[in-house]
């Protein structure tokens, strides 16, 4: 029976990558199913998330193409938000330096999707993280953020930035943020046990664990915020801890309309 389970799941795996597989530059990459929702950018999975339109987050842009759409929607900074697994974060900030980007538009937060190695070090990297878009957003600069498929890591950021800007409860920006835009099962194309239990297991309670720190803080300042994991704080323990098993995604509404963007991206 067990066999049977870990063939199943590495058979998943291996159809996860043929489906969202597209070869480039660098080779086999992931692709988001989900269509772009910024007119005049081809990114996909790309979406504003602001009121005045300045700060947006997508999918990794892989082509000069890309790039060129970032450029003509007015974008001006980009915060790449991962580490990276093999020459991929370089490619892009070569790309991007021999468009006429200049190195102080550009941004790299080596944050990981999975097993961080300490609360406090994630904490600080999520908040200067956050802290980099707020500083563009605050001087008037189009910012651009992703990762590498622009659902995972995008997405928990996507959702403390707009929970930072007091703009929906946890659990609706959790729906909404990530479920809805390819967070673990929001995207059915990933696997079970390699993928989706891990970001239950690792990133949903640093999300949680953040977002309580963020829910008193009255700035961004990470080396105070960051200092010690909340988990022993008795309101914590009591609130918000239940929220790091609880929070799950299931099925993004928008993925059964993926080949129909306008419908899709009319979802709020």
């Known amino acids: 029976m067990g066999n049977k389970s870990s063939h199943r799941s590495w058979r998943y795996w291996f159809t996860f990558v043929a489906l969202t597989t597209s070869l480039g530059a660098s080779g086999a990459e992931l692709t988001s199913p989900f269509p772009s929702c910024v007119k005049g ?46 020459t991929e974060v370089d490619q892009e900030i070569a790309q991007l330096l021999s468009q006429g980007w200049r190195p102080n538009q550009i941004k790299q937060i080596p944050f990981l999707w999975k097993d961080h190695p300490d609360f406090t070090s994630a904490c600080q990297q999520t908040l200067a993280a956050m802290a980099w878009i707020e500083k ?20 928990y950021l996507a959702g403390l930035l707009k929970f930072w800007w007091d703009q929906g409860t946890l659990e609706e920006l959790f729906e909404k943020q990530l479920c809805w835009n390819g967070y673990e099962a929001g995207n059915p194309q990933k696997p079970l046990n390699q993928v989706v239990l891990k970001i239950r297991r690792s990133l949903t309670p640093l999300w949680v664990k953040v ?26 323990k009591r609130d918000w801890l239940p929220l790091t098993t609880q929070l799950k995604c299931s099925v993004s509404p928008r993925y059964p309309l993926r080949t129909s963007p306008a419908r899709a991206c009319a979802l709020k």
């Open 41 to 86: 950018t081809v990114i996909p999975n790309s979406h504003t998330l602001d009121e005045d339109g300045l700060v947006l987050r997508g999918m990794a842009p892989r082509s000069e193409a890309d790039v060129l759409s970032l450029n003509e929607v007015g974008v001006e900074r980009i915060l790449i938000f991962k580490n990276q697994t093999k």
């Open 136 to 155: 563009a957003r605050l001087a008037g600069h189009k910012v651009f953020f992703h990762c590498t498929v622009g659902e995972d890591r995008t997405g």
């Open 211 to 236: 977002a309580f720190l963020l829910s008193t803080a009255k700035s961004l300042e990470a080396k105070s915020l960051c200092a010690a994991d909340p988990s022993d704080d008795p309101t914590f």
